[in-house]
Nanobody, 121 residues
Framework: VQLQASGGGLVRPGGSLRLSCAAS????????IGWFRQAPGKEREGVSC????????YYLDSAKGRFTISRDNAKNTVYLQMNSLKPEDTAVYYC???????????????WGQGTQVTVSS
């Protein structure tokens, strides 16, 4: 199982980034996939998750209305569009696979290397 996150970078407050998660080694269609983040000195927090059937999503309260998660199973990729970014969004973002086929809500058992998102003027 591999989950490769990319798309992070340095952006000014109010800017946008789109993170991508390229999945391999398992059938993406069968699993909910999500994103969590960790900032220095802070607890890990779940940001967003999308169900295997693409009919359920979860967002951290602070991400609602600003972030959008989507998936393209044909490309084995999950995306996180992040708009109106704030300095408090600064963290390493990881994409992760749900533990059980077809289950909801998200409870992750595997994740890959993260991608750094820095929001600063």
């Amino acid at each position: 199982v591999q989950l490769q996150a990319s798309g992070g970078g340095l952006v000014r407050p109010g800017g946008s980034l789109r993170l991508s998660c390229a999945a391999s080694g398992f059938t993406l269609d069968y699993y909910a996939i999500g994103w969590f983040r960790q900032a220095p000195g802070k607890e890990r927090e779940g940001v967003s998750c999308i169900s295997s059937s693409d009919d359920s999503t979860y967002y951290l309260d602070s991400a609602k209305g600003r972030f959008t998660i989507s998936r393209d199973n044909a490309k084995n990729t999950v995306y996180l569009q992040m708009n109106s970014l704030k300095p408090e969004d600064t963290a390493v973002y990881y994409c992760a696979k749900n533990r059980v086929v077809g289950s909801w809500p998200c409870m992750y058992d595997q994740w890959g290397q993260g991608t750094q998102v820095t929001v600063s003027s």
